[in-house]
Structures are given as structure tokens and as C-alpha cells.
């Protein structure tokens, strides 16, 4: 196997480890308003559940309310329980065309829950770029072993398999760091 095409495997690996890292942090609760809170949240719409941006507006006008506005006046009621049935801790106050969802400030205690939760994902994501380091140095020795490729080559590879761990971990440091802040900071 040729050390191109491992290393191209590992950085496959690894960046799949980052997007997820970044698609874990996109769910964690900052105490900051995101539309992106009520993604996971579906809505009875004639009979079929779809996500709440597929039946109404959701905008943000400041870091702590949301609101929802449906395209069908008569989706108010079906957006407001599904909001209180995900059980996100919010509480809409639906005035007849709009639903508001004041986000409660965090607590310091939950502020520090919360960033022991990103810290974990950033781990969970590191071990996911060094099973990819891993399996490429594998890949690099089983290449030598079958006296496909020289111990000088298997040596770069190896070498340029560590630079990609490095540079991967170190973007999850980054991602990590920034929403540490963003969870942290009142």
C-alpha cells in the first residue's frame, strides 16, 4: 500500500472526528439563544413529525430569547407542545402569532457542568484522531512487513502521520478552548 493513500485514510479519519467534535459542541447550551437549540425538536405537521425550521421562522433578536414563527397560523399550538414535551428547559409564551422562549441565564455550577461536558467530547474526539493514527501506523508496518515499501519510507510516513495527529489534535484544543470561553463567560 502506498504511504499517499495511508495517509490520505488517516486524514479521513481524522477530520471525521473533528466534524463530529463540532456537531457535539454545536448541541451543548452555551446560555446564549441559537436557533440551533430547537434542532432536535419535531413537530406534528398533518400527521408527520418534521423539524420546527420546516414549519416556522426561528430567529434570535438578542443572546436570550428566541422566537418562533410559524407560516401557518394554526401550527402555534403543535410548536408549543413540542417545545415543552422536548423537555429543553424552556418555557414559550405563545401570544397568538409568535411563541417567545426567554433562555434562563446558567448557574456557575451548571456553567462548569456544562464545560466538563465539552471537555469530554474534545477527549472522546482526541481518541478518535489516535485510533487514526493508530491504524494508519499499522497500515505503514504491515506495508513493510510484506516488503512493499522500504523502512526509510515507512519512517517518513510515520513521521507524517504524527505532524496529522498533531495538527488534529491541536484544532480540537482550539475548538475546545472556544467554546470553554463561550460557556464560561456570564
Known amino acids: 500500500m502506498d504511504v499517499k493513500l495511508i495517509l490520505a485514510d488517516a ?11 463540532a456537531i457535539d459542541f454545536a448541541k451543548i447550551r452555551t446560555g446564549r439563544a441559537t436557533p440551533s437549540l430547537l434542532d432536535s425538536v419535531r413537530v406534528d405537521y398533518y400527521g408527520s413529525l418534521v423539524p420546527i425550521s420546516q414549519v416556522a421562522n426561528v430567529t ?22 413540542a417545545i415543552q414535551a422536548a423537555n429543553l428547559g424552556l418555557n414559550p409564551a405563545n401570544d397568538g402569532v ?38 494508519a501506523m499499522e497500515a505503514l508496518k504491515k506495508a513493510e512487513k510484506e516488503e512493499h515499501m522500504s523502512e526509510d519510507a515507512r519512517k517518513g510516513g510515520e513521521a507524517d502521520v504524527q505532524k ?13 478552548a472556544e467554546k470553554e470561553k463561550d460557556i464560561l463567560s456570564v
Open 164 to 176: 496529522l495527529t498533531d495538527r488534529y489534535i491541536a484544532e480540537i484544543e482550539k475548538l475546545f
Open 98 to 135: 409568535v411563541l417567545r422562549l426567554p433562555i434562563p441565564p446558567l448557574t456557575e455550577e451548571r456553567r462548569r457542568e456544562i464545560a466538563k461536558m465539552a471537555k469530554k467530547v474534545a477527549e472522546d474526539s482526541k481518541i478518535g484522531v489516535r485510533n487514526a493514527r493508530r491504524d
Open 11 to 21: 486524514e479521513a479519519g481524522m477530520k471525521k472526528a473533528i466534524e463530529h467534535c
Open 60 to 81: 434570535t433578536p438578542d443572546a436570550t430569547m428566541i422566537v418562533v414563527q410559524p407560516w401557518e397560523k394554526n401550527m402555534i399550538g403543535p410548536i408549543d407542545r
